[in-house]
């Protein structure tokens, strides 16, 4: 969607090496946040972000970190991927929700990592 | 958190209405309903969202009962395109107040998959 965007798109990368995703908004929101999505377990929080250098885990955050150094950006980094980390990982942004039909999360395109 | 139940799988026919329904026993007064559409390889997509009764757009209605325990999604003469995964999430605004509330920790459940059938 315009206004998020995900990099990259898709990644390969071997067990134990670090890895960074990064999301960027140009819609000045305030929440951002990281989901990953796996067959069978639909799209589950990893953390998100409630402003600059504010964040909170979600339910599956074990083995992940994330950061916001500024408004427009909100990273994620695994420490040392795992073969369980491949995934599909979708960022998002959410818009007021008094803004009457509009409310809601506004999602990135996604960034399919697989761990070998 | 509110949990949600949705159906794992539905089928329909091209041209006919379909009606998708999520349980959230557990709503708290605070909490919205919001309806997702994702499509294969992209990133779930807003529907609709409501409090309570009824919402219409020029996608989709959403009926709320008076108890709000469940809610409807209904796609009226759905197409092949149709066919995806829908979402259905309880959550709370926070800072109603501000200019930049949103959802915290929502937790999306597995969705209903639809399967839109020639």
């Known amino acids: 969607d315009a206004g998020i965007t995900q990099s990259p798109r898709h990644k390969v990368t071997e067990t134990g090496t670090p890895v960074t995703l990064r999301c960027h908004q140009t819609e000045n929101h305030r929440y951002m946040y990281w989901y990953r999505q796996d067959p069978g377990h639909g799209l589950r929080l990893i953390h998100y972000s409630y402003g600059v250098k504010d964040t909170d885990k979600g339910e599956v955050s074990d083995g992940y970190s994330v950061s916001r150094s500024k408004t427009e950006d909100f990273l994620l980094t695994l420490e040392s991927a795992t073969s369980s980390q491949t995934s599909v990982y979708f960022c998002?942004?959410?818009?007021?929700?008094?803004?009457?039909?509009?409310?809601?999360?506004?999602f990135g395109s996604g960034t399919r990592l697989t761990v070998v | 958190l509110a949990k949600t139940t949705q159906p794992i799988s539905m089928d329909s026919y091209e041209g006919q209405e379909v009606n998708i329904t999520c349980s959230h026993n557990n709503i708290a007064t605070n909490d919205y309903i919001t309806w997702y559409q994702q499509f294969p390889s992209q990133g779930p997509r807003f529907i609709i969202q409501g409090y309570k009764t009824k919402v219409t757009n020029e996608v989709a209605s959403l009926f709320i009962p008076a108890d709000r325990k469940s809610s409807t999604l209904s796609l009226p003469r759905v197409s092949l395109s149709d066919t995806a995964v829908y979402y259905c999430l309880v959550g709370a605004a926070l800072n109603q107040a501000s200019n930049s509330g949103g959802y915290q920790k929502v937790t999306f459940g597995t969705g209903t998959k639809l399967q839109v059938i020639p």
């Open positions: 998002a942004i959410s818009e007021p929700l008094w803004d009457r039909g509009r409310g809601g999360y506004t």
